[in-house]
């Protein structure tokens, strides 16, 4: 039988996302059923239509859901479990009765699809698929964490968790307001009255939740109440407000306290629901409080898909009832629950609800692991008397694996140990573990506490990748501040532990779940890490088979304690990085960098390498995609590393494969050094039918110690190609290493040193041995090593280690080197204290939030190993506070956030990296010692030199407080010296120990820093601006100092000015002066012998213009002076400048005409002619006694010397000149230095510049 696919525009019009719209004949379908199938266990088929719009195949049968007399009484309500017959584990869960047939698909790896009647359109049916949803009203749960003998144990407590293969029966008794009754009532009693019709949506809703706890909780819920619990009339119902309490009594009044386990009140109205209570099954006065309401349309006013109610809101509340916490994690409820970042998605979350902290619109129809652990903890508890049913089949036992050490910064993989087939009906999903509390705003790869990655549908795939495989392929190993729709998954940049559980599902049986859980620890590194692959990652990359490649790679200590991964695993991708199905090359030295061989049978464009370490579970891929390319014809190796131990004859095996159908003969030589090697092949030319050979090296014996490479060219008409491989020849004499780096008994290294040693060719592995006593009898470090280098970690401050190294090879071991030893620094701890404090916390306003800062400077620039945190804050209602630490350069971590709901205060709260206390599941008011929400490790190894604060924001309005304390504690690398002024340099460094200067400067160079040297002449620095007219008094004087001491200065002119004034370091102007002659006195109190003293003059101004002509390249040269703006015309141009100083003008004529003048009206303007056809020279120039001028004829010249300051020396005027002629200037009486020659005339100026020697 089939259910008609039917077109309406009546009903589509509010239909969305391509829902489909059926019609079905209840009495075809009724018939198709077998009645005497109902009446026993026999199965029946039908045909449904599935997502695709295609009808599908079942095998149906029926499941209990009504008591045995409710059965009888409502023979209309038939409950199905459904399996298709067509494609695997795809399950339908079904309900039909006079009303119409509702059903929902789980489809493997797919979204779920979903069926039901059109409200109060008879026969009128529609189907959705889960992922067509849109934003609908969304849960309001109001469920406190109140407990009702709810054992509160530890998650992780007991690792494994195998079903019992029992289903336990509990009665629920479902209660309606009239409200809910008349909305689901079509008012046609000719079909049931309106109880009788909204009972019909009653049993539709817990069969849909008996396919979730049935599956996941092997908990199966009778429906022991009738249609008279349905209220018909609101105003009639006993439900008007405290829905709790008015549900509860109403129970028991009605069904009888000892005739139920649980109570359900539904109700129609703005969305909310409330357990009533956290654990309260079969528990008198509690197990019947809990109510879910709905308005039972979507937001748009389309049609309502039922699915929002039955699993958001019914299977929420009920969750709660049999013990369930909350899973977000956008806040905390101190339960150890909130494991889902942001909202959660899974039953117990709050999904589509929270805003910014939505990871997506709706919740998925699955418990989370530690809601199926909490209720299974709580079901085993439970002293009432429930229906218990063994279940036939055996639940697959699950592994989680060992815990496992990865590095920081770098993706891995969660996959189970499995040791025996797994068939197609098994699901699995990896989920994280820890709790805190974490929304999008700190959701990131910094955070030491709180989920970082959320949950994910269960799936036939055992492997789950974080990030996910599209984030890793992308390079988006990290994410900060997600929004909804977005992965919610990161890998963590610093060292914590995560916790990880992994629940497998066994859904072979259609109408009855199995579940087994296991949990694993990830330990990530803070010393190692990113581990990346740092080869093929430009684009354009094409790389030939049977070639040779290099893969390098970032080892970042990850061959290191703890994670200690000696070998690495290779492997190729050809689908773009989501699968890797050939490996490369096989536990290979994680040392940086592999050669390998292309293979010869792949081709494609969209290869990827992915390295592995062989002892974990991390891994890296490259960053872009590249070719591989496919050759007609490849040689390869059995094996092309080949290692001897002072053999001498060698063997090389290897096969010459075809593709491409290429059938010609191939004709092979080799090449390489083979001066001292004999060579022969067993072939050298094959045919199509040849495919195997060999090639014989002989005198190896002749070869010193180290890898030699050769190549077989294959050759074929005008093609050829080059396989190589190497020889790696060694022998048994085995020198001792030589020990490089640090020097022998070096002192004050940092706790983590880099140990290096020379390399040797015939050396395969090092022993590296690390111990506290030169006899080596215990040890620090004994380890083997592929690298001639080793970066150590957790060693001793202040501590004496004794290093050596010895040699191995294929011939054997050598003997251990001479050992070195040097000393470590030593650890100094600290402890500073902010002063100002206590300080009133600022409260948020209507339009910002509150931020208060404390500070704390630390006045040592060495490096920091540890850093603890002690903050005293009051504040009532301590959820408003988010409390953060930023560094001197900038860098903010969060130490809580908005946590201690309506607690008060942090009392002597200790945040301390180290610290196994979780503060999202403490109480207030918080005491102890905490791990900070993220984590400090972000400033170990950092100086500790600045200030440093603690930011206090308070987001919410009313409540108060005040910052008591805040004090750092920092154990520093080395020894803190006395540092008087708090800069970063110690006293004993300083060039001016009592006075801060961070940049130390000397500008006379005489040890003494500025800041300090008030005698030195380079302290002081008098300016003067002159007035700038006649008759007024706006001149200025100007005082800077270098040295930061307090002064006096005691300022008279003769125009009867006086004042006696003090300044420091910031210096002083004194203005609105008068022209006239100033004396300057300055003094110090800090030296009575500090005095000096000064003389300037305030001008009335004066244009000063000199000009300096360069006839060979027409540019005439200006000097200005005497104001801040000037008008420059030359000839036809004009030119403006803002300030005084040296400009040049080109000239354009052979006479030229030039004025200068400015904008104050007080100066006069200066004018010229400049001729550029009569040509001056002065010779020689420089001059020791003598020198001419050569004066063109042109009349009278006058000649006037001046020195380099504008001072005029000498003036003279020729006689009037004819013919060109020269005049002798004596300057033997002149000191050394410049001057300045000016000849002029009636058409033309020049001015020469001359060097005295």
């Known amino acids: 039988m089939k259910v008609q696919e039917l077109k309406s525009d009546l009903i589509e019009k509010n239909l969305q996302n391509n829902s489909k719209l059926y019609l079905l004949d209840k009495e075809k379908f009724i018939l198709n059923i077998n009645k005497n199938a109902l009446k026993s266990n026999i ?30 009484k409502y023979k ?22 006079n009303k119409g047939l509702s059903y929902w698909l789980r489809i493997p790896d797919k979204d779920d699809y979903f069926f039901q009647p059109v409200k109060n359109k008879k026969g009128f049916h529609f189907g959705y698929l889960k992922s067509n949803i849109i934003n609908q009203n969304n849960l309001n749960c109001k469920t406190e964490l109140l407990k009702n003998n709810l054992l509160n144990s530890s998650l992780l407590t007991s690792k494994k968790y195998n079903n019992q293969n029992i289903l336990k029966t509990f009665r629920i008794a479902i209660m309606g307001t009239g409200e809910y009754t008349s909305f689901w009532g079509d008012n046609d009693d000719s079909n049931g009255n309106n109880s009788e019709d909204a009972y019909r949506a009653v049993v539709n809703t817990i069969n849909r939740v008996n396919e979730i706890y049935e599956n996941e909780l092997q908990i199966k819920l009778e429906l022991i109440s009738d249609s008279s619990l349905l209220f018909s009339d609101p105003n009639l119902d006993p439900f008007t407000s405290s829905l709790n309490n008015q549900a509860q009594s109403a129970m028991d009044s009605i069904v009888g306290n000892e005739n139920y386990d649980l109570g359900h009140l539904f109700d129609y109205g703005q969305s909310d629901g409330d357990a009533g209570c956290v654990g309260c099954v079969c528990s008198s006065g509690l197990k019947g409080r809990a109510y879910s309401i709905h308005p039972f349309e979507d937001n748009d006013g389309g049609v309502f898909r039922n699915d929002y109610f039955d699993l958001d809101y019914v299977a929420h509340e009920i969750g709660h009832q049999f013990g369930a916490y909350h899973t977000f994690a956008f806040q905390t409820e101190n339960s150890g629950s909130n494991v889902e970042p942001g909202s959660g998605s899974t039953i117990m979350g709050y999904a589509g609800i929270t805003g ?131 992965a919610w998954e990161t890998v963590t940049d610093v060292g ?200 014989v090296l002989s005198g190896l014996n002749n070869l010193s110690p180290g ?30 290493p030589n020990l490089l780096s640090p020097n022998n008994n070096s002192e004050k290294l940092n706790l983590f040193p880099e140990l290096i040693w020379e390399k040797n060719d015939n050396v395969d592995q090092y022993r590296l041995q690390v111990s506290k006593n030169d006899d080596f009898v215990n040890f620090e470090l004994d380890e083997t090593l592929f690298q001639n280098s080793y970066q150590l970690s957790d060693l001793k401050s202040d501590q004496i280690y004794y290093w050596r190294v010895q040699p191995i090879n ?114 207030p008011p918080f005491s102890g010692s905490y791990k900070p929400v993220q984590s400090l490790e972000t400033f170990y190894n950092k100086s500790a030199f600045g200030k440093w604060k603690l930011i206090v924001e308070d987001s919410f309005q009313e409540d108060t407080g005040s910052i008591n304390s805040f004090s750092i504690g920092m154990c520093l690398l080395g020894t803190p010296l006395p540092n008087s002024d708090e800069d970063s340099i110690v006293d004993e460094q300083d060039n001016c120990p009592s006075i801060s200067n961070q940049d130390q400067t000397d500008s006379d160079g005489n040890g003494i820093g500025d800041a300090c040297d008030i005698f030195s002449e380079q302290n ?68 009575s012998n500090f005095k000096y003293c000064y003389e300037t003059i305030i001008n009335e101004p004066k244009l000063n213009v000199q000009s300096f002509l360069n006839v060979n390249d027409r540019i005439l040269n200006l000097k200005l002076s005497g104001s801040n703006n000037y008008i420059v015309s030359i000839n036809d141009n004009v030119f403006y400048y803002k300030k005084s100083g040296n400009y040049k003008l080109n000239l354009s004529k052979k006479i030229n005409y030039l004025k200068v003048e400015t904008e104050n009206q007080c100066q006069n303007f200066y004018e010229d002619w400049i001729s550029l056809d009569n040509i001056i020279k002065v010779f020689p120039n420089p001059v020791k006694n003598k020198t001419n001028v050569l004066l063109p004829k042109n009349g009278y010249f006058n000649l006037s010397l001046f020195d380099s300051g504008g001072n005029l020396l000498w003036d003279n005027c020729s006689p009037e000149i004819n013919i060109d002629s020269s005049i002798e200037l004596n300057m033997a009486g002149f000191i050394p230095g410049l001057y300045l020659l000016e000849v002029k005339n009636q058409e033309l100026i020049q001015t020469f510049k001359i060097i005295k020697e």
């Open 810 to 923: 294929l011939c054997g071991i050598g003997d251990f080197s001479n050992y070195n030893f040097f000393k470590t620094d030593k650890i100094s701890c600290i402890d500073y204290s902010s002063s100002n404090l206590p300080k009133d916390l600022n409260d948020a306003n209507s339009n910002s939030k509150g931020i208060t800062v404390a500070e704390v400077s630390i006045p040592y620039d060495v490096s920091i190993v540890d850093l603890n945190i002690l903050v005293n804050i009051n504040h009532s209602w301590l959820e408003d506070l988010t409390l953060y630490l930023e560094s001197p350069d900038g860098v903010k971590i969060i130490l809580s956030k908005q946590i201690g709901g309506s607690g008060n205060n942090y009392l002597e709260t200790l945040f301390d990296q180290d610290s196994n206390n979780n503060i999202f599941n403490a109480s």
């Open 356 to 486: 910014e902290d939505d990871v997506q619109a709706h919740g998925d129809p699955y418990f989370h692991y530690v809601s199926i652990k909490e209720i299974k903890n709580y079901v085993s508890n439970l002293s009432c008397t429930v229906t218990e049913v063994s279940i036939i089949n055996n639940v697959y036992n699950i592994d989680a694996g060992e815990d496992y050490n990865i590095p920081k910064g770098t993706a891995y993989e969660l996959s189970p140990i499995v040791n025996e087939p797994i068939p197609d009906q098994i699901n699995f999903n990896w989920e994280q573990l820890d709790s805190g509390q974490i929304g999008s705003s700190n959701f990131g790869p910094i955070n030491v506490v709180g989920p970082i990655a959320r949950s994910i549908l269960p799936s036939t795939k055992k492997t789950r990748y974080i990030p996910n495989i599209e984030r890793v392929i992308s390079g988006n190993l990290t994410q900060t501040n997600p929004s909804r729709g977005s």
């Open 1020 to 1087: 002081i620095l008098l300016s003067k601006t002159n007035s700038t007219c006649k008759l007024k008094n706006n001149g200025k004087i100007q005082i800077e100092v270098l040295a930061d001491y307090e002064y006096n200065i005691i300022i008279n002119s003769d125009n009867g000015f006086y004042r006696d004034l003090n300044f420091d370091l910031s210096g002083l102007i004194i203005e609105n002066l008068s022209p006239g002659k100033y004396s300057i006195c300055i003094t110090s109190n800090s030296f």
């Open 76 to 97: 209309d309500i038939m409950t199905f479990v459904g399996i298709s017959k067509k494609r695997n584990n795809v399950k339908a869960r079904i309900t039909f009765s």
């Open 43 to 72: 199965n029946n088929t039908i045909y449904l239509p599935n997502e695709k719009g295609e009808y599908e195949h079942f095998e149906i049968s029926k499941t209990k859901l009504l008591s045995k007399k409710l059965s009888f």
């Open 496 to 695: 914590r532990v995560l916790n990880w559980g992994i629940t497998l599902r066994d859904l072979r049986d259609p109408s009855q779940g199995l579940i087994s859980q296991d949990n694993m620890k990830v330990n990530v590194s803070s010393n190692s890490g990113p581990f990346l692959i740092s080869s093929q990652n430009s684009s354009n990359i094409i790389w030939e088979a049977g070639s040779k490649k290099n893969i390098t790679w970032n080892v970042a200590n990850t061959n290191k304690s703890p994670i200690k991964t000696e070998t690495v695993t290779i492997f190729l991708s050809e689908d773009g990085g989501y699968t890797y199905p050939i490996k490369l090359i096989e536990k290979t030295p994680n040392d940086g960098e592999e050669e390998i061989i292309v293979p010869s049978s792949v081709s494609s464009k969209n290869c990827r390498i992915k390295i592995k370490a062989d002892n974990s579970i991390y891994f890296a891929i490259n960053r872009n995609d590249f070719e591989v390319k496919q050759l007609p014809f490849v040689i390869n190796y059995d094996n092309n590393n080949i290692k001897i131990c002072s053999e001498n004859e060698v063997t090389i095996d290897f096969k010459l494969n075809r593709y491409l159908n290429f059938e010609k003969s191939i004709s092979l030589s080799i090449e390489g050094p083979l001066e001292l090697l004999d060579s022969s092949f067993s072939k050298k030319v094959f045919l199509i039918e040849d495919s195997e050979g060999e090639i």
């Open 707 to 736: 890898i030699y490479e050769y190549n077989i060219v294959a050759k074929s008409d005008n093609i050829s190609y080059s396989y190589s491989f190497k020889i790696n020849y060694q022998n048994e004499i085995l020198n001792l």
